[in-house]
């Protein structure tokens, strides 16, 4: 029998940029004065080893398209997501179209509660405590954005 189990990591440095000041100070770039210190945090979770969206075989896996009807990242019995925008508008499965700033809003049910930029990604840790019945990844308007996404049960 094998156990099933997904590890992850995240971090953040919040820092200052201050700009030059002529013949008194060069550009530099520092970490914010009041927290001083990179944070974050990590975690593992056991899970029954279905991945139930986000098509994933021989490690490569197909792009799910956020348009503005959203494509579910997780479901009711999800345990763990991880969702990518890849900064590319959605072409088909397996091929990425032209490069976009546009924006992806990661929604719970009806609730938006997070937005990605180009390359930005995030892990939401469910745990089975959740009592969503849906996570989606959609666009506000406009070309439909290719994402990278992982749901485990």
Same mark, same amino acid.
């Given at each position: ?20 000041? /002529?013949?008194?100070?060069? $550009? ?21 080893? /279905? ?5 994933w ?40 179209? /032209? ?9 719970? /049910? ?10 930005e ?10 009592? $969503? ?5 959609k ?6 954005? $290719? ?7």
């Amino acid at each position: 029998m094998a156990t099933y189990k997904i590890r992850w990591s995240v971090s953040a440095t919040p820092i200052v940029e201050v700009d030059d000041v /002529d013949d008194a100070s060069l $550009a530099t770039v520092t970490l914010q004065e009041t927290i001083r210190k990179s944070i974050g945090g990590s975690g593992e979770l056991t899970h029954g080893g /279905d991945v139930t969206h986000g098509e994933w075989d021989g490690g490569e896996n197909e792009y799910g398209e956020a348009s503005t009807s959203g494509v579910t990242i997780g479901v009711s019995t999800t345990q763990f997501i991880w969702v990518k925008h890849t900064g590319y508008e959605y072409s088909d499965a397996t091929t990425l179209g /032209d490069a976009t700033t546009t924006r992806i809003k990661i929604y719970i /049910d009806a609730e938006c509660f997070a937005s990605l930029g180009a390359g930005e990604a995030m892990v939401i840790p469910v745990g089975g405590v959740s009592t $969503a019945t849906s996570y989606k990844a959609k666009t506000a308007s406009g070309d439909a954005i $290719a994402v990278e996404h992982l749901e485990l049960d």
